[in-house]
């Protein structure tokens, strides 16, 4: 029943955002009802699929488009996942924003704009072809502009939504080439009659694609994933694409979780899934992707260390937690086969709970006390005991906090050890241990700069003025019900395994698995990712809570690694100042200008079409006399030559 109501889950919000847009003003709230009914019904129905489907079917609707190809919709059990995670995350996140945002004059564009943001999302989810995944991946890009620039009175603000839209088109560029290049492979291996596509099929359907895999040339095979990865780089902030992720901090908190945890980062991810078998059918591409999400998890989560804005912290957060789940689907993949998506989307769900979570109570933090700055902040647990605790869950959510082989832990120990586990066995299995090391380290550090947020935000001595107080009931209910969830979300993973695994049986695609022994890690493997996990929350205790250390000696301008990871490696100022002036400009743009000015204004037109148009202009000229009798003379003469040429049979 509920399946046949599918396309509602986009539609609800697309209407949604119309409504609030046109009469949101004359609304409570801003209209923020009309979304929050729209998404809440997205949610409904999408859990109704859920348990229509569930274990081993799916949903499958299709009408044709245009050249062979087709607008289709396909919830099997990845999708299903994530449409439900997608709305019942923002579901809550609009609920808090009613709140948060409540002193705001533009509620009805915010509330519009998110609501579209959800849809396109959604849209992106439900995609049953790569050219509509590609269309909906697009409109997310542009939501995100709009909600990223939503203050774009503030100069930061601008700046940062136009560099997330010129950053993630260079991915966007890519995605759309592998698209194209795919396109060209799969028309070539049917005219050769070594591939025909099924009745009732399309050519750019997931499903014809997967089938087309044996019959593509695997070298072209591995630039199409590799440009999908190029896609899925950008969107999901991997390294080097990662910079525009930061800034967008600039946008309301609450846009900052549904970027962040909901909605578009977690477009990249679901790409390299929902296209799983291409990749594992081109192993240099699935290195590719176990080595940058490897790095990209140490890499961010160094900067993560001495941020002090509360929202940047937890933006580089996200960005090395999607680089685990690349790392996942590219150490796992290669040994595990249809595992791998188990594990990396467990931990895709699991992390849009806890940070969601992080992001809400840092806007809780933000909405108390007026600043982003954890320096300024301290003795924050006796105001807000509910942030001040909910905030705690999250941060032991993502340091994954647990105990070993009694099966007892946060949501992030369930799904966070799963993929290092998984990366040591593909060391094992394949001599390559570096992405076990990138995975460990930035464990590491990841616990190290969470409780260093928790510790300089909630304990010791105010180090301000203000007057902190608690949330109201409408952002704190949504923050309980995450918490609640970061808690308890990991104990599902064992069926949440079962059930992504059937996902590509259902095509009847078949991802090959390592043949050999079943790995059982030894006790120091399992036990190594929740050691580094403490051991990251002692030292954070003893440097920020008990001050054993005086930060001041290391954390100062003399300090070359200190100043290089606060500068971010310099890549914003490579960014702008080597690649957006010297090139764009110096190079581009001045080139452009001297072929547009010297060559073709100089030499061509000025000589040549610009004389002759203005020449014949002059003669044209003199019969405009401006003379009413003239014009109806030549309109008496003009008809007259048509009767005669009608006449003698000429026309």
């Known amino acids: 029943m509920f399946a046949d109501y599918a396309a509602l889950i986009v539609l609800l919000p697309v209407i949604a955002f119309v409504l609030t847009l046109f009469l949101g003003k004359k609304l409570y709230s801003g209209g923020a009802l009309i979304p929050i009914a729209a998404i809440a019904g997205s949610f409904i129905i999408s859990a109704g699929i859920f348990l229509e489907i569930y274990p081993d079917r799916m949903v499958q609707q299709s009408m044709p488009w245009f050249a062979g190809m087709n607008i289709g919709i396909l919830i099997d059990p990845l999708a299903v996942v994530m449409l439900m995670m997608v709305s019942f995350v923002s579901l809550l996140i609009h609920i808090y924003a009613v709140g948060y945002m409540s002193h705001d004059p533009a509620k009805p564009r915010y509330f519009a704009e998110t609501s579209l943001f959800t849809a396109a999302m959604l849209g992106v989810v439900l995609s049953d072809n790569i050219l509509q995944f590609f269309i909906s991946w697009e409109l997310v890009g542009l939501c995100s502009f709009l909600l990223i620039g939503f203050w774009y009175h503030k100069p930061s603000a601008a700046a940062a939504a136009k560099k997330a839209f010129l950053v993630t088109r260079i991915g966007d560029v890519l995605f759309l080439a592998g698209i194209v290049v795919l396109y060209f492979n799969m028309t070539e291996i049917i005219t ?3 591939f025909s596509i099924e009745h009732g099929n399309f050519i750019l359907q997931f499903k014809t694609m997967f089938e087309a895999i044996p019959h593509i040339a695997p070298a072209q095979l ?21 910079g525009w992720l930061p800034d967008a901090m600039e946008g309301p908190t609450t846009v900052s979780a549904l970027i962040h945890a909901a909605t578009m980062v977690t477009a990249g991810v679901y790409l390299v899934a929902r296209t799983f078998p291409m990749f594992v059918a081109a192993p240099d591409a699935l290195l590719v992707v176990a080595y940058v999400g490897g790095f990209t998890a140490l890499f961010a989560a160094t900067m993560g260390l001495v941020m002090n804005d509360i ?4 933006a580089y957060s996200t960005v090395s937690q999607l680089g685990y789940m690349m790392l996942a689907l590219g150490t796992a993949g290669a040994v595990v086969g249809a595992k791998a998506v188990g594990i990396s989307m467990f931990h895709l769900l699991s992390h849009a709970f806890f940070k969601a979570l992080l992001f809400l109570s840092a806007g809780s933090v933000i909405h108390a006390m007026g600043t982003n700055d954890i320096r300024e902040m301290g003795g924050l647990s006796n105001k807000m005991k509910i942030t001040s ?11 994954g906090i647990g105990i070993p082989y009694l099966d007892i832990g946060t949501a992030g120990f369930f799904s966070k050890d799963a993929i290092i586990e998984g990366a040591f066995e593909y060391g094992e299995i394949k001599g390559d241990m570096i992405p076990y090391v990138f995975s460990i380290i930035a464990a590491l550090l990841t616990s190290i700069y969470i409780f260093r947020l928790w510790f300089m935000t909630f304990t010791g001595k105010p180090r301000s003025q203000r007057h902190p107080h608690e949330s109201p009931g409408v952002m704190t209910i949504p923050l309980m019900i995450l918490a609640v969830f970061a808690l308890l979300f990991g104990f599902l993973k064992e069926g949440f395994y079962v059930y992504l695994e059937k996902n590509f049986e259902l095509m009847e695609v078949v991802i090959p698995v390592h043949e050999g022994e079943p790995f059982h890690p030894s006790v120091i493997v399992v036990l190594l990712p929740v050691i580094v996990g403490v051991l990251g929350f002692v030292i954070a205790y003893l440097i920020y809570n008990k001050r054993i250390l005086n930060m001041s000696k290391i954390i100062s301008s003399g300090n070359p690694l200190y100043k290089l990871l606060y500068n971010r490696y310099y890549e914003p100022k490579i960014g702008a100042d080597i690649i957006g002036v010297k090139l764009t400009h110096d190079v581009a743009a001045q080139s452009g200008e001297f072929v547009d000015r010297k060559i073709i204004d100089g030499m061509i037109i000025d000589n040549i079409i610009s004389n002759t148009i203005f020449k014949f202009g002059e003669m044209i ?4 006399t401006g003379v009413v009798q003239n014009y109806a003379s030549v309109t008496l003469l003009g008809i007259g030559l048509l009767i005669i040429l009608l006449r003698i049979g000429v026309i």
């Open 311 to 314: 929202k940047r912290v937890l």
């Open 389 to 399: 605790t909910v905030m705690m869950i999250a941060a032991l959510a993502l340091a």
């Open 192 to 194: 050769k009659g070594s």
């Open 621 to 624: 000229r003199k019969l405009q």
């Open 222 to 242: 591995t630039l199409i994933t590799l440009l999908f990865f190029g896609g899925a780089v950008g969107k999901s902030g991997q390294f080097p694409l990662h």
